[in-house]
């Protein structure tokens, strides 16, 4: 489609009007209800008495005023996208604004300013409020011809009138916000949910967001920051990331827009249960708050032995997903062991690098993981799904990879001895990475399937032997111990099996040939085709990896990381492939009998 195709496209979407109002019949819209403000909305827009004053003034004496965009819904009411601010201010000042309750604002009183230093003190006051009124004095009221002459004021209205979903009018307030203040992303995805779903926005997740615990320990927030509703963001990547898997967060274009997207989704679903997550929301910052207080995302010194500094978002992040992912476990253990936990994360190399690296997805990939089960993995309900998630894992890594040769091809003489060592490092992580994610892929989907014993093979068998075995660890080595196995052995096998498989793949921090054979054994593919790769994987990639990481002079030209980089990608291209052969070669006895 070529570029004016596209624009043609686009345009034919958005169908707008203009009109020419009199704030007159802007002030009789509103007071009909056939104009939302959306009140619950208001405490996000940061006017000043002077700012509100000069606008009046600007109505005044003439000065022109940008548009106000409306949207029309389906039942005809406007709802204000652009002009929030400016229709308060005037409502506010004749006295009819009202809060999210239906109470009425206490009507603005003006202050003077350099053209017009006389509205100092000055007040609208309609006739019906006069004879209620003691304070009779004229000289503090607009005159009846100055509010005859401001209700006849006309202001420029676009109303827009689109057929796509409502999350356009998302991008339309983002591009069109004209206001004296601009709005930080999370003020602008406010006014989006209010408008989905106003229930959602104000009955849970503003509420989640004024949960005193909660508060007590974002404690460390500056002010200012308060003031643009920045803890609501803060609820937001509760929720969004103690619900999403990794490849939703891999495959989203920007980090922001994935929050807002998801919490507009979570707006939307009727299947989004809210009581759940209120209630692990509400337990996990009881918990934090009664242990650590308002120190709980501050940075920990162990020589001081002593929190200090402001808050962490990487370390928010990644204890209140952790947490909450494991609320039960976390809520059993000790305090002592939380408070440990929790400063150790200020010792971990991984996060203190992470840390570091600005707001960005890779940091939430690196980073969720460390406290536990942060980060939802994804359901590998059929074949299709392994193989998917198997190639996206591989996509992503081999797109690293050819980044780092572009960049080895590009280098200078000086600098291609550092590109070249950084590969070799590049490369062994994502071999590393990739054996370790598809085998626990593979793992999890069988133990998904519901098989009973007798209906694996030996390798599976023996994985739900461990499983039963890990169960009975206080009478390990005791009769009881060997009458369980001996029971299981003799009448399990019958049994729906119960497969471990979290913390079974272990790549013991060197993935060489020894470590994949025992990978490959655990579940149930033949490692002989691999036997003749032993000296690729531990005598060229291994034995560089850690020279390099050990601070040793260890060298390597392009050609030979071309020859290691092909030769690795082909190893592993070749276990995916051998995965994915279990099914669609209908070879099942890989892991049935």
């Known amino acids: 489609m070529s570029l004016q195709q596209e624009i043609e496209k686009k345009a034919k979407e958005i169908h707008t009007d203009g009109y020419s109002l009199s704030i007159g019949g802007l002030i009789s819209l509103y007071m009909d209800n056939e104009l939302d403000l959306h009140p619950e909305f208001q405490r996000f827009f940061r006017w000043k008495p002077l700012q509100k004053t000069r606008f009046i003034e600007s109505l005044l004496i003439g000065i022109p005023i940008p548009s106000i965009f409306v949207y029309q819904r389906e039942d005809g009411v406007w709802d204000v996208i652009d002009g929030v601010q400016r229709l308060s201010t005037i409502f506010e000042f004749v006295g009819i604004l009202e809060d999210e309750t239906g109470e009425k604002y206490a009507p603005l009183r003006l202050t003077g300013t350099d053209y017009l230093p006389s509205l100092e003190g000055k007040m609208w006051r309609n006739e019906e409020d006069e004879e209620d009124d003691d304070d009779s004095d004229p000289e503090n009221y607009f005159t009846m011809f100055q509010r005859i002459e401001l209700k006849r004021t006309e202001l420029d209205v676009k109303i827009i009138k689109e057929d796509r979903e409502q999350n356009a009018r998302y991008e339309l307030f983002k591009r069109i916000n004209t206001g004296g203040i601009s709005l930080s992303e999370q003020e602008v995805k406010n006014f989006l949910l209010v408008m989905i779903n106003k229930d959602f926005f104000l009955n849970f997740?503003?509420?989640?967001?004024?949960?005193?615990?909660?508060?007590?320990?974002?404690?460390?927030?500056?002010?200012s920051v308060f003031e643009e509703q920045y803890e609501l963001e803060l609820v937001s990547r509760f929720l969004v990331f103690k619900n999403s898997d990794t490849e939703e967060i891999r495959s989203s274009p920007a980090l922001s827009e994935f929050v807002t997207n998801?919490?507009?989704?979570?707006?939307?679903?009727?299947?989004?249960?809210?009581?759940?997550?209120?209630?692990?929301?509400?337990?996990?910052?009881?918990?934090?708050?009664?242990?650590?207080?308002?120190?709980?995302?501050?940075?920990?010194?162990?020589?001081?032995?002593?929190?200090?500094?402001?808050?962490?978002?990487?370390?928010?992040?990644?204890?209140?997903?952790?947490?909450?992912?494991?609320?039960?476990?976390?809520?059993?253990?000790d305090t002592d062991t939380v408070k440990t936990k929790i400063r150790s994360l200020w010792e971990n190399r991984r996060f203190k690098f992470w840390e570091k690296s600005g707001d960005n997805r890779e940091r939430i990939l690196h980073l969720l993981p460390l406290l536990g089960n942060g980060l939802v993995v994804k359901k590998i309900k059929n074949p299709e799904d392994l193989h998917n998630q198997l190639e996206k894992d591989l996509i992503w890594r081999i797109k690293e990879l050819n980044a780092i040769r572009k960049a080895i091809d590009r280098s200078t003489e000086d600098s291609r001895k550092a590109h070249l060592r950084a590969g070799v490092v590049l490369l062994y992580a994502h071999w590393e990475g990739f054996i370790?994610?598809?085998?626990?892929?593979?793992l999890r989907f069988v133990a998904a399937k519901g098989l009973n014993c007798d209906e694996l093979s030996y390798p599976f068998i023996a994985l739900a032997l461990r499983g039963e075995i890990a169960k009975d660890r206080e009478t390990a080595k005791t009769s009881v111990f060997y009458a369980n196995v001996v029971e299981f052995m003799l009448e399990g096998l019958s049994h729906r099996a119960k497969i471990p498989h979290k913390d079974i793949i272990k790549a013991e921090d060197n993935m060489k040939s020894e470590v994949l054979r025992e990978i490959l054994i655990t579940i149930g593919i033949d490692y002989f085709p691999y036997e003749l790769e032993s000296n690729v994987i531990d005598f060229q990639l291994l034995r560089m990896r850690n020279a390099i990481a050990h601070g040793q002079g260890m060298n390597i030209n392009k050609d030979q990381f071309i020859r290691l980089n092909r030769k690795i990608i082909r190893i592993i291209n070749s276990i995916k492939l051998t995965i994915r052969l279990i099914f669609f070669l209908k070879k099942i006895n890989f892991y049935i009998q």
């Open 205 to 223: 997740f503003k509420k989640l967001a004024s949960f005193p615990p909660f508060l007590q320990c974002i404690a460390s927030f500056p002010d």
């Open 262 to 333: 998801k919490m507009t989704e979570f707006a939307r679903s009727d299947d989004f249960d809210a009581d759940r997550e209120k209630a692990i929301f509400e337990r996990t910052f009881n918990l934090l708050v009664s242990i650590l207080k308002g120190d709980a995302f501050r940075k920990f010194d162990k020589y001081s032995n002593s929190f200090s500094g402001g808050f962490s978002m990487a370390a928010y992040e990644v204890i209140v997903i952790g947490i909450s992912a494991n609320i039960d476990k976390w809520e059993d253990a």
């Open 436 to 442: 370790r994610n598809a085998a626990e892929n593979y």
